[in-house]
């Protein structure tokens, strides 16, 4: 199965909101803090780009106004255009100035996440992961433990956003598997998470991958194919000024 994928960061986005849904205008305007408006904004920015690319229409202010990533009573992202349910599944991750959307099928089962490597504690480890989970981090090198850590919950986060529960359901009810943890991988590497608390242990099959300090992660069900980078025109987004267009 075909999964999409295509980031942003916050220099690429437009000055202006023009490109928002007016119900997506109102939520913007609704937040309080500054912080959570730059990243809700950049992930509406990286899924509408995504989109525009995956249904084939004009990246146009007047087309993304056509488009909303409305939340579902999960709390997953859903996409309508003019007003009706569109046929893609869409994933969204934001972290330290940097967007994620994973783009696949309707009807699939689909979660991506960004991770930020930096350190966390041992008490971090013993109370979200689980027994082999802490294994593989008791196994890792000083210099890798840190990325084998961010790996795992990154896959966590990807696992419990495909069951559309997020972190309302227990992290230690989904046991992340990959098959290498090397934090000089650059490449897409294959990852197994089972969910522990299903009947069969039911099994995502996913990707992650490590660069710029970051670690990414992708599952769904049906398994997935790596990732394939969605590319982005030129005259979509830069900044304050987009070449060619009349919108900013």
Request: net charge neutral; charged share 20%.
């Amino acid at each position: 199965m075909t999964v999409y994928w295509l980031e942003q960061r916050e220099a690429d986005l437009p000055t202006k909101n023009d490109w928002l849904n007016p119900n997506e205008a109102v939520c913007l305007n609704g937040m309080r803090f500054p912080k959570r408006r730059a990243e809700w904004r950049l992930g509406r920015w990286t899924a509408k780009c995504a989109l525009s690319i995956y249904l084939d229409v004009t990246a146009r202010p007047e087309i993304f106004r056509k488009m909303e990533i409305r939340p579902a009573s999960s709390g997953a992202p859903e996409v309508f255009f003019g007003g009706q349910p569109a046929s893609v599944t869409i994933s969204l991750s934001h972290r330290a100035g940097v967007a994620a959307c994973a783009v696949a099928t309707p009807g699939v089962d689909l979660g991506c996440d960004l991770e930020f490597v930096e350190p966390r504690s041992d008490s971090f480890v013993a109370d979200y992961f689980t027994i082999e989970e802490q294994a593989l981090v008791a196994h890792a090198s000083v210099a890798e433990r840190p990325n084998a850590v961010s790996l795992l919950w990154s896959a966590k986060e990807s696992t419990l956003k495909a069951l559309r529960a997020g972190l309302r359901l227990d992290t230690r009810s989904v046991i992340a598997i990959p098959c290498a943890t090397s934090i000089g991988r650059t490449d897409w590497s294959q990852l197994r998470v089972r969910h522990i608390e299903n009947p069969g242990a039911r099994v995502f099959h996913g990707w992650w991958q490590c660069g710029d300090h970051m670690v990414r992660t992708v599952v769904s069900a049906p398994p997935p194919d790596a990732p394939i980078p969605l590319t982005i025109p030129a005259h979509i987004g830069r900044g304050s000024s987009i070449p060619g267009c009349s919108w900013c």
